[in-house]
């Protein structure tokens, strides 16, 4: 390869890692200002609807939580009422009550 090739693949490849990089800090933005605004509590989750990401924005979930929630909903069908989320492994009466703001049918 000749020098002038290699400094236009390194001009290129520079140029797609900055674009990279804008996206994800945009989409970095985006998540935090949803999470503030669930930590707000203007907005609910919807138990039967939201993906395990969305499950991940409330406080003291996580990814494995989220993901068991999920799991639950896919294996046992629609959640019949927000009680029925203890039945989720992980998830007691505390973690219930701190989370029971922001979660609907």
Known sequence: ????EILILAVIAC??????????IRKQRL??????????????VSLNAAHAGEFEDLPGIGPVLAERIVDYREKEGAYESLEELKKVKGIGDILFQKILPYVRL
């Open 1 to 4: 390869m000749k020098r002038e």
């Open 15 to 24: 140029t797609l890692a900055v674009l990279n990089m804008g996206n994800f």
């Open 31 to 44: 998540r935090n200002d949803y999470r503030l605004i669930v930590e707000a509590g203007k907005i609910q």
